[in-house]
């Protein structure tokens, strides 16, 4: 399947983005299958890439000594898995698992570095969307957290 600017555009994290900078990723673009329960990203791996999930289920996960993996957040249709590509020293910080078989639209992150050393509008663009993303996620997690500790508080 050939990614083009019209399967890009309806993308929500690329949503109203400009046709130029569009065609600019869609050069960079092509589509990954994972089957379930394959490993994506390993935490401490080179980051290098990002997807955009078309379908399936991913699940962020936290190694933890012994083997065992805490699960941190689950990534559907519409979401965008693993910005590490955009940030020194561009390392995962956490493995990325598929739940069910997945379809996602893979871009190489470092081209994708070197294409917004090249277009700084692009740059800017995308540094918007993704920090749109990493602020939206960690308010979950802080109302994750904060109901989680409200089954702790006792009546005084």
Not at 2 to 12: G, M, T, W
Not at 47 to 59: K, M, P
Not at 108 to 117: F, P
């Amino acid at each position: 399947m050939k990614i083009n600017v019209s399967i890009l555009e309806a993308q929500p994290f690329l949503r109203g983005m400009d046709t130029g900078k569009l065609e600019l990723l869609a050069e960079n673009a092509v589509l990954a299958e994972f089957n379930a329960n394959e490993r994506i990203l390993y935490e401490g791996g080179a980051a290098n890439r990002f997807y955009l999930i078309l379908e399936g289920q991913v699940r962020l996960e936290s190694p933890m000594p012994g083997g065992e993996a805490v699960s941190l957040q689950t990534l559907g249709r519409g979401d965008v898995l693993g910005w590490s590509w955009l940030f020194p020293p561009y390392r995962w910080h956490f493995d990325a698992r598929a739940v069910a078989p997945t379809k996602a639209i893979l871009f190489d992150g470092t081209h994708l570095r070197e294409l917004c050393e090249e277009n700084h509008d692009l740059g800017y663009e995308l540094m918007k969307r993704v920090s749109e993303i990493v602020i939206r996620r960690l308010q979950v997690a802080r109302r994750e957290k904060v109901e989680e500790n409200k089954n702790f508080l006792l009546p005084i």
